[in-house]
Each structure stands twice: as C-alpha cells, then as structure tokens.
C-alpha cells in the first residue's frame, strides 16, 4: 500500500465515516427534523393560510433548500473535513472565517436547544409518573391541571431546568462519543423510523378526536389572501432552520459520505422526509387543538404550544397521559438527533484539526456548551430582568444564531461556490466526477448564483431589521 493511501485510510478510521447511504440519510434527516418542524411549521402553517403556506413552503424547498443542501455536501464530500476545514482547503485561510462563524453559531444553538432538551425529558418523565399513578389509581403524576402554570412554575426554578438540561446534554455526548457510524449513524437508524411510527400513531389520534374535522379544514384549507411577503419570508426562514443549512452541519455530514454516493438524490430525499415529518406535524397537532377548543382562533406557538396548550389537550383526552408520553418521545427524538448534529459539527473540528481523541473533543465541547445554556435556562427565572438590547438572554441567542447567523452562512456559500470554489469543482464533485450526471446543472446555476442570495438577502433584512417589511409595504406587497 503506498504511503498516501496508507495515509487516507488512517484519516477516514479517525474521522469515521457512514457505514451505509440509508444509515447517512437517516442521521441527515434527524438533524433536519426537530424542534424547528414539531412547533414552528404547524403554527407558520397555521398562521399563514394553512395549505397556501405549505405550497409556497415547497417553492422555498425547491428554489432554496435543495440547492444550498447539494452545495454543502458537495463541499464536504470534496474536502473531507470538518466546516472549518472544508472552506480552508477550497478556499484558502480567509474562507475559513466561514466555517468559524458556522461552528460559532453552532455553539449557540445548541446552548439553547439543549434547554429546551432538558424540558422535554422533564415532561417525558411527568407523564410516565402520571401513567404509573393512573395505573395505581391515584391522581398525582402527570401534568397537573393548569397547564401553564405547571409549566411556568418548573422553567422558571433555578435548578430543576438546569439539571434535566444538564441530562439532555449527557445523553447528546453519549451518542456521538461513540463516533460517526457507530454512534450518530447507529441512534439515527434507530429513533427516525420509531419517530414516524409515533408521529402516525398520534396523528390518528388526533385525526380520529370528535370535533377534528374543523381542524382538518382549517388545516387542509388553502387561504391565499394570508400570502404576503411576510409570509413568503418566513417560509425561506424556516427552510433554512428547518433543514440545518447555513452553518456547516451539512458540510460536515457529506465529509463522511463516500465517493460513490449520489449527492444529487440524497439531497432531494433529505428535505423530503424532514418536509413529511413536518407537515404530518401538523396533522398530529392543528385537529386535536381544534377537537378541545373548537372556537380556537390559534394555537399559540412556541414553548406554549408544545408546553402548555398540547398538555391541555392531552389531558382532556382519555388515556391522556399514554398519549402525552407518546408524544413527547416523540420530540425527545426529534431533539437528540439533532442536537448530536450540532455536537459533531463542533467536535469533529478539533478532531481533524487538532488531533484530539473524539472523547476528548466532545467532553470539552459540550461542557463548554453546557455551560453557556446555564445562563439560557435562567433567562425564564431569576435572570428573566436581565435584558441584552430589549431581549432576554436566551431569545438574544437564538435571534442571533438563526436570524443573522444562519442566513450569513447561507449567502456566503452561495458566493464561494461561485467566485472561489467556481462551478465546474461544484459539478465534478456532484455528479461524482461523471458518475451521474448533472442534468440540473442550468438551473443549480441560477439558484446558486441569482435566486437563493436574493431571498436569503431578503430574509436576513426582514428578520433582522424590518426594512424589508418597509420596502414591501412601500412597494404595496404587505399592508
Ligand atoms: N433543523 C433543526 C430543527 O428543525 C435545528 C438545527 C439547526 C439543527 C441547525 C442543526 C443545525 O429543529
């Protein structure tokens, strides 16, 4: 075996790799499918002319998220290397900022998401509770009856959070500790499928709840007067959220990807199921709202969806507690296998670039990250005064991760793949030098160099300043 190839194989074992194109298909879409599809899609959907919102969704999809996901693998796949990494190799030292700010904005997701992680296995065990003294027969566990003070009185503790926070984290590094294929690949082929089975089950719960049909309407009902700009934007947002793009997470997936794989299929099924999944969310959540409280006119969004109006819901529904429990796996799922996205992300930098032991990485990462969320979880308690410009320490983290991060990394893609990196490196590398060919190559084009800067661009205005708001006002195209 010759020196280089002796050399290449030393780096794949370290670095890890898929063992299979499903099993990388699967952890892809557990990153993409969490918190963001479970609670924001149902209540954009909801917000925005339910059906109509869910087409202009897909236009979104095709126009921006397929292409800006083919974009990151390909970078990935070509320089086998973390985010950092990647953009350094292609496109020398300064391009590395890119992949800086990516795992940066990582960092921050993760502190808060692993937050909200925490809650859920919170809520995951009060329900297990309430299942145990239901079969006791005693009404003690579970989620006592007003909801929203429940859940105020348990996120607004010092400790309670911090600790389950503390858990969701401690689970997070367990999985990717035990590295790409055996670890992440291994717990994705696993918890995706379970997390559809449970989506279904309580989708026909829901579906199958007296009074359902209004919410189904409601649902199912296109209203394309709710089409504004505004609208529009905020689908491009939650394509960009939804899918993990715009921060290297897809870069640092396609470098364990092998050579032979094709880019072009993965990245069309990847956005599919985490497409699926969401819209099947909102199946599972709109009708059984409307089955409870049929005169709804929301319903709420956010932590008080999740939180405090499903809880309600689950409650008034027989077997209640089996349901809730159900249900908040379910999210658990969605949670971690994102959350182990995000570690990887961080970690796999010190690996290739520092040689640290994966135990080593990881350990430091997420203690570090753990401790950022501290701050985060005390923001809805004793630091919920503490304001940094108007906002509360962990919305400031989020507003900044996703809103300015997200959409920067995004738009800065676009452009090194077109100056720096340049077409034809993008093509061999997708087609996988020939192998299958490029036929979408035109249009990749046009949404790469014109279509996809120019939404991200508008989307990175509106949600940050306003000011396209104002532009559109102007121009007549919102009220
Ligand atoms: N896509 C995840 C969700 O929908 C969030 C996420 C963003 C994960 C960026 C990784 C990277 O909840």
Redesign the pocket.
């Known amino acids: 075996m010759t020196d280089l190839s002796q050399n290449q194989k030393t780096s794949t074992e370290s670095r890890g790799q898929w063992s299979s194109n499903i099993g990388f298909v699967l952890a892809a879409a557990g990153?993409?499918?969490?918190?963001?599809?479970l609670w924001?899609f149902p209540y954009l959907a909801e917000q925005y002319g339910g059906a109509a919102f869910v087409f202009i969704y897909l236009i979104a999809l095709l126009l921006i998220g397929y292409p800006i996901m083919l974009g990151e693998l390909a970078i990935g796949r070509a320089a086998q290397l973390n985010a950092i990494g990647s953009y350094r190799k292609l496109g020398g030292k300064n391009w590395s900022l890119v992949g800086v700010m990516g795992i940066v904005a990582?960092f921050l997701?993760l502190s808060f998401?692993s937050v909200i992680g925490g809650w859920v296995i919170y809520y995951i065990f009060e329900y297990l509770r309430g299942l145990i003294s239901d079969i006791v027969q005693s009404n003690l566990g579970g989620i006592s009856q007003d909801t929203k003070n429940h859940f105020v009185s348990f996120t607004s503790d010092t400790w309670q959070p911090i600790l389950w926070h503390f858990i969701f984290m401690f689970l997070s590094v367990c999985i990717v500790l035990k590295g790409v294929s055996a670890g992440i690949e291994k717990y994705s082929k696993i918890m995706m499928p379970c997390l559809f089975i449970l989506l279904i089950i309580i989708l026909i719960r829901s579906v199958t709840l007296p009074n359902a049909t209004a919410g189904i309407i409601y649902y199912l009902k296109p209203d394309f007067s709710k089409i504004t700009g505004e609208a529009m934007i905020a689908a491009v947002g939650q394509v960009f959220?939804?899918?993990?793009?715009g921060?290297g997470?897809m870069i640092t997936y396609g470098s364990y990807l092998s050579k032979k794989e094709n880019l072009q299929t993965n990245a069309l099924i990847i956005p599919s199921l985490d497409t699926l999944a969401a819209f099947l969310a909102g199946f599972a959540i709109i009708p059984a709202v409307f089955a409870f409280n049929p005169n709804a006119t929301t319903i709420g969004q956010g932590p008080g969806l999740m939180f405090i109006t499903l809880p309600k819901v689950f409650q008034q529904m027989p077997f209640g507690n089996f349901f809730g429990l159900l249900f908040f796996i379910l999210v658990f799922f969605?949670?971690v296998t994102?959350s182990i996205?995000?570690l990887e992300?961080i970690g796999s930098y010190f690996i290739d670039q520092f040689h640290w032991k994966r135990s080593k990485a990881m350990l430091i990462m997420a203690s570090l990250i753990f401790l950022l969320g501290i701050p985060c979880s005390l923001s809805f308690g004793p630091m919920q005064n503490a304001k940094l410009f108007g906002k509360t320490f962990f919305d400031c983290l989020a507003d900044l991760s996703s809103n300015i991060m997200?959409p920067l990394g995004g738009l800065l893609m676009c452009f090194f793949i077109r100056h720096i990196w340049k077409i034809e490196n993008a093509e061999k590398e997708i087609s996988s030098e020939g192998q299958y060919p490029f036929k979408l190559l035109p249009l990749f084009k046009i949404m790469i160099y014109v279509i996809s800067p120019i939404c991200v661009v508008a989307v990175f205005l509106y949600a940050n300043t306003g000011l396209f708001g104002d532009i559109l006002a102007l121009l007549g195209f919102i009220e």
């Open positions: 990153s993409a499918i969490g918190l963001g599809n924001r990582g997701i998401y959220f939804s899918l993990s793009l921060m997470c969605a949670a994102s996205s995000l992300v997200l």
